[in-house]
């Protein structure tokens, strides 16, 4: 083992590297570190950098719905509706969104804002008080 070592030691000793003196690879070093050789050395090297795969941003309820400034403050002051039918009431604007409530045809509500394609309502259900998200054309708006 120990004559391993000495050619080892013997072979970076004659070709002048070191593991010791060896540069850590650039990524690394990171994009800033890169940036910076290329302007000591005064050319545009342009090393490719491989980086991990960017992961997608998860969707929240903010990136899904519209809400004029005005509505976010007010304490629930939408016009009032009727449920035109048997509907489940849902957290997301989305068949997907997970089912708080069941709605009977008939209950009061209030329409608080719309989503963006304006498919969806968010209404407070007034016996329940509670908010949830129903489509758009299972609520009539009372006159």
Known sequence: MGLLKFLLLLCFLVLGNSPLDAAPPEDYLGPSASNSKEQ???GAANVP???PPATPKRLTEDDLLYSHPSEENADFQGPLATVKLDIQ????????GKVLVSLK?????QIIKSSKDKR?????VLKLRQKVWVPASAVIVNK
Request: aromatic share 8%.
């Open 40 to 42: 000591q050395s005064g």
């Open 49 to 51: 950098v491989e980086r």
């Open 89 to 96: 009431g849902r957290a997301l604007p989305s068949r997907n």
């Open 105 to 109: 045809q008939g209950e009061k509500v």
């Open 120 to 124: 969806w309502v968010a209404i407070f």
